[in-house]
């Protein structure tokens, strides 16, 4: 799977997708606080969504979902 991240915009096959991206910038070095967005390879676990925003979300990948937040 290869994503491409450029000017905000995550480019994954055909689709485009807005992303957020550090303050400062990408970087192969990363610290924590250091508002700088890590650039690499990584496996992707499972992902974490809301049932209340997504009701039937359909992926290989393992899902977890996140009760909402009551105040």
């Known amino acids: 799977m290869n994503i491409e991240i450029k000017k905000n915009f995550l480019h ?34 499972y992902i974490l969504y809301r049932k209340d925003r997504i009701p039937r979300l359909k992926t290989k990948l393992k899902k977890k979902h996140k009760k909402k937040k009551q105040f």
């Not at 689709?15 to 496996?43: H, M, Q, V, W």
């Open 12 to 45: 994954f096959q055909n689709y485009k997708l807005r992303c957020a991206i550090g303050k400062r910038g990408i970087s192969y070095i990363k610290k924590e606080g250091d508002l700088k967005t890590p650039k690499g390879e990584f496996n992707l676990k």
